[in-house]
């Protein structure tokens, strides 16, 4: 009787997806992701448009900003997207790269399970790969050394190749490695030492390096100096007001001389304001609160400029850039707690004016300012420069490089086939597959471009075999040739990593076999929440 009374373990409304079917959802779900970025992937890779609930609009050809913006709920797909943050906190660039073949890896998996191969064979497999992949990287990768400013160039261009930034790049690359080489240090690059600040004026074309700080406020009155030389600069925290009187105080006036002398007072006290400023010699101020009318009118009297509500970063920077310390309480200001810097300067684009501090006492202070005629733009080239610099600063670190346009994937992938044949039955066949999906990335910059891809990836095969190592598929070009020669060259680390992550999450997903989800928990069916809508259809 009651020996046929199910046995409950977890609640009810607990949702179960055991074995295959568990493998299948995480599998298709980790390849919906990579399909959806599949077609940014390149120089002729397409922009996504991507609008939020709340109607924001972003326009991107970078892996790992699509994916954030996508809202993504499949715990599976969550992983894959995961990826693409790392990738782009380890080393700035690579983010389409790592997604597409970690899709590539589950996809090319299933086969294998299809074939009754069980995931801890796969699993074997795929790891020893990325061990063999990675020493072959290593093998395969140029070194170079840092005084070729041309080389370093070409791998900056190689990463805004395709972006919005394209039709500058050569200008771009040039603001890129030179702002790295003056940060550089014992092949270190901070890149914390240059700050991005865009601007909504005139074309990208005008897009700037400068030496020293962008603070994007105007001085508080237009009676204070435009440019100050030699500045004496001080940093205050507090607002330059009287305080206002708390609560309890009473203030009682009962005649119209005592209200005047209550005026005449509290003038005093904002006189005395500036005569401290004065006294300490600074003739540049940034105040992080308010400055009170009176206080403004003083100090444009002494020529001194002064700007208001300068956020608590941009004072950060500023006193690392010029030595002076930030101070709460104006009577600590001394000449000693200065800093200093050649020229500040309030500089004006279309209707905003900003100020400029340049020729800082720390020289390795940089500021790029991008240009661009609206958000979307602007917002596009910052994430190209964040790749560019990304790139240089990852190989001044590195010193290594490898040939792009698919050609180190298609010289990865043969070698470890000829690894494979060294190995027994089934766990070569997972080798197999693993070097199969390197080469999903040279077949992908072939379709994006229009090419016929088996045509592309069966040339590439013939001239890798031939032992022409950096055989590429060249997207300028349309053909496949040398991409060394040609200049399209990425950082080796870049790969190594989008190697690692990428197997690191596939064997993740593959050891799963029971997916228990609770109700409340987002679904887990492999669609891609409200963002994408139905994207099952796509293959
Ligand atoms: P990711 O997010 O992975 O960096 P990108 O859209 O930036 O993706 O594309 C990078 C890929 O484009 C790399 O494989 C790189 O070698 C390739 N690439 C760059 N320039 C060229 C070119 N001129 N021809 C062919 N491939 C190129
Ligand atoms: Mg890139």
């Not at 919906?32 to 397409?46: D, H, S, Y």
């Not at 074939?115 to 790891?127: A, E, F, R």
């Not at 790139?391 to 994937?409: H, L």
């Given at each position: 009787?009651?020996?046929?009374?199910?046995?409950?373990?977890?609640?009810?409304?607990?949702?179960?997806?055991?074995?295959?079917?568990?493998?299948?959802?995480?599998?298709?779900?980790a390849k919906?992701?990579?399909?959806?970025?599949?077609?940014?992937?390149?120089?002729?890779?397409?922009d996504?448009?991507?609008?939020d609930?709340l109607?924001?609009?972003?326009?991107?050809?970078d892996?790992?900003?699509?994916?954030?913006?996508?809202?993504?709920?499949?715990?599976a797909?969550?992983?894959?997207?995961?990826?693409?943050?790392?990738?782009?906190?380890?080393?700035?660039?690579?983010?389409?790269?790592?997604?597409?073949?970690?899709?590539?890896?589950?996809?090319?998996?299933?086969?294998?399970?299809d074939?009754?191969?069980?995931?801890?064979?796969?699993?074997?497999?795929?790891?020893l790969?990325?061990?063999?992949?990675?020493?072959i990287?290593?093998?395969?990768?140029?070194?170079?050394?840092?005084?070729?400013e041309?080389?370093?160039?070409?791998?900056?261009?190689?990463?805004?190749?395709g972006?919005?930034a394209?039709?500058?790049k050569?200008?771009?690359?040039?603001?890129i490695?030179?702002a790295?080489?003056?940060?550089?240090?014992?092949?270190?690059?901070?890149?914390?030492?240059?700050k991005?600040?865009?601007?909504?004026?005139?074309?990208i074309?005008d897009?700037?390096?400068?030496?020293g700080i962008?603070?994007?406020?105007?001085?508080?009155?237009i009676?204070?100096?435009?440019?100050i030389?030699?500045?004496?600069?001080?940093?205050i925290?507090?607002?330059?007001?009287?305080k206002?009187?708390?609560?309890?105080?009473?203030?009682s006036?009962?005649?119209?001389?005592?209200?005047?002398?209550?005026?005449?007072?509290?003038?005093?006290?904002?006189?005395?304001?500036?005569?401290?400023?004065?006294?300490?010699?600074?003739?540049?101020?940034?105040?992080?609160?308010?400055?009170?009318?009176?206080?403004?009118?003083?100090l444009?009297?002494?020529?001194?400029?002064?700007?208001?509500?300068?956020?608590?970063?941009?004072?950060?920077?500023?006193?690392?850039a010029?030595?002076?310390?930030i101070?709460?309480?104006?009577?600590?200001l001394?000449?000693?707690?200065?800093?200093?810097?050649?020229i500040?300067?309030?500089?004006?684009?279309?209707?905003?004016?900003?100020?400029?501090?340049?020729?800082?006492?720390?020289?390795?202070?940089?500021?790029i300012?991008?240009?661009g005629?609206?958000?979307?733009?602007?917002?596009?080239?910052?994430?190209?420069?964040?790749?560019?610099?990304g790139?240089?600063?990852?190989?001044?670190?590195?010193?290594?490089?490898?040939?792009?346009?698919?050609?180190?994937?298609m010289?990865?992938?043969?070698?470890?086939?000829?690894?494979?044949?060294?190995l027994?039955?089934?766990?070569?066949?997972?080798v197999?597959?693993?070097?199969?999906?390197?080469?999903f990335?040279?077949?992908?910059?072939?379709?994006?471009?229009g090419?016929?891809?088996?045509?592309?990836?069966?040339?590439?095969?013939?001239?890798?075999?031939?032992?022409?190592?950096?055989?590429?598929?060249?997207?300028?070009?349309n053909?496949?040739?040398d991409?060394?020669?040609?200049?399209?060259?990425?950082?080796?680390?870049?790969?190594?990593?989008?190697?690692?992550?990428a197997?690191?999450?596939?064997?993740?997903?593959?050891?799963?076999?029971?997916?228990?989800?609770?109700?409340?928990?987002?679904?887990?069916s492999?669609?891609?929440?409200?963002?994408?809508p139905?994207?099952?259809?796509?293959?």
């Open positions: 009787m009651s020996d046929k009374q199910p046995i409950y373990i977890m609640p009810e409304n607990t949702e179960r997806t055991i074995g295959r079917d568990a493998q299948r959802n995480n599998i298709l779900a919906l992701v990579a399909e959806a970025i599949k077609t940014t992937l390149g120089p002729k890779g397409m996504k448009m991507l609008v609930s109607g924001d609009i972003t326009v991107t050809n892996g790992v900003t699509i994916l954030e913006k996508m809202d993504i709920e499949h715990p797909a969550k992983m894959m997207v995961e990826i693409a943050k790392t990738q782009e906190s380890e080393v700035g660039d690579g983010t389409t790269t790592a997604v597409m073949l970690a899709g590539k890896l589950l996809e090319n998996a299933e086969k294998l399970l074939l009754k191969i069980h995931p801890t064979v796969i699993t074997k497999g795929y790891k790969a990325s061990e063999k992949a990675k020493e990287l290593n093998r395969e990768s140029i070194e170079i050394t840092l005084d070729n041309e080389l370093l160039i070409n791998i900056v261009k190689t990463a805004m190749t972006k919005g394209e039709s500058e050569e200008k771009f690359s040039k603001i490695v030179t790295i080489s003056q940060i550089e240090e014992n092949n270190n690059v901070n890149l914390n030492n240059i991005i600040i865009k601007n909504k004026s005139s074309g074309e897009t700037e390096l400068i030496r962008i603070i994007d406020k105007e001085r508080v009155s009676d204070m100096p435009q440019k030389e030699n500045a004496r600069i001080a940093l925290s507090e607002p330059l007001e009287v206002n009187p708390s609560q309890e105080a009473k203030i006036i009962s005649t119209p001389s005592q209200l005047q002398d209550f005026i005449n007072r509290e003038e005093q006290m904002l006189k005395q304001i500036v005569e401290k400023i004065k006294l300490s010699g600074a003739n540049v101020i940034f105040c992080q609160k308010g400055i009170d009318d009176i206080v403004q009118y003083y444009a009297k002494e020529n001194i400029y002064a700007t208001r509500r300068v956020p608590k970063s941009d004072m950060e920077s500023l006193s690392s010029t030595g002076a310390r101070i709460s309480n104006l009577n600590e001394s000449p000693s707690e200065l800093g200093r810097a050649k500040v300067e309030e500089v004006k684009h279309g209707d905003e004016a900003m100020t400029y501090v340049r020729g800082c006492e720390n020289p390795k202070t940089l500021t300012l991008i240009h005629g609206s958000e979307h733009v602007l917002d596009e080239i910052e994430r190209a420069f964040k790749d560019g610099l790139d240089v600063a990852t190989v001044i670190k590195d010193r290594t490089i490898v040939a792009g346009a698919g050609a180190i994937e010289e990865l992938s043969k070698q470890l086939k000829e690894f494979s044949q060294t027994s039955g089934r766990e070569q066949l997972a197999n597959e693993f070097a199969n999906s390197l080469e990335i040279p077949s992908t910059l072939a379709e994006n471009a090419l016929d891809p088996i045509d592309v990836l069966t040339e590439l095969k013939q001239k890798h075999d031939a032992g022409e190592k950096y055989a590429g598929i060249n997207i300028f070009t053909k496949v040739e991409v060394v020669e040609k200049g399209i060259l990425e950082p080796s680390r870049i790969k190594k990593q989008a190697i690692s992550s197997t690191e999450v596939a064997i993740m997903i593959l050891r799963i076999d029971d997916v228990l989800a609770s109700k409340t928990s987002p679904r887990s492999p669609s891609m929440g409200r963002g994408m139905d994207m099952s259809g796509m293959d």
